[in-house]
Nanobody, 121 residues
Framework: QVQLVESGGGLVQAGGSLRLSCAPS????????IGWFRQAPGKEREFVAA????????VYADSVKGRFTISRDAAKNTVDLQMNTLKPEDTAVYYC??????????????WGQGTQVTVSS
C-alpha cells in the first residue's frame, strides 16, 4: 500500500522560509516523479515543483522559480521543498504526489493528505 506523508507546514511571516518534507512508503522516490502541488481556498490545485525520477531534472512553476527548491534524498527516501521569500499568495494546502509519468499535470497516481502553509503579511 502506497502512502505519502507531508510535514513541515505552518505559519510564517512574509519573507520567511519553510521546509516541507514528503516521506513516501510503498514506493521509491528514485523510481517515480515526485511533485508538489498546492491548493488555496476557492482555487484549483496548481503545480509547484517536481523532481524527475532519475533525479537529473527539477521543474518549477514560474510563480516559485528562484524562491523554492525541490530536492531528493534517495537514502532517506524523501523529497523536500525548501520555500524561501514566502509571500501571502503562497498560502495554501501543499500536497506531495508520486507518478511514473506525469510531471506538471495534477493527475498523479498517488497523493498525500496535505499540509497547511500560511504566510501572513
Amino acid at each position: 500500500q502506497v502512502q505519502l506523508v507531508e510535514s513541515g507546514g505552518g505559519l510564517v511571516q512574509a519573507g520567511g522560509s519553510l521546509r516541507l518534507s514528503c516521506a513516501p512508503s510503498g514506493l521509491t522516490v528514485s523510481n517515480n516523479n515526485i511533485g508538489w502541488f498546492r491548493q488555496a481556498p476557492g482555487k484549483e490545485r496548481e503545480f509547484v515543483a517536481a523532481i524527475i525520477q532519475n533525479g537529473a531534472r527539477a521543474v518549477y512553476a514560474d510563480s516559485v522559480k528562484g524562491r523554492f527548491t525541490i530536492s531528493r534524498d534517495a537514502a532517506k527516501n524523501t523529497v523536500d521543498l525548501q520555500m524561501n521569500t514566502l509571500k501571502p499568495e503562497d498560502t495554501a494546502v501543499y500536497y506531495c504526489a508520486a507518478d511514473r509519468v506525469r510531471v506538471r499535470i495534477a493527475t498523479y497516481q498517488y497523493w498525500g493528505q496535505g499540509t497547511q502553509v500560511t504566510v501572513s503579511s
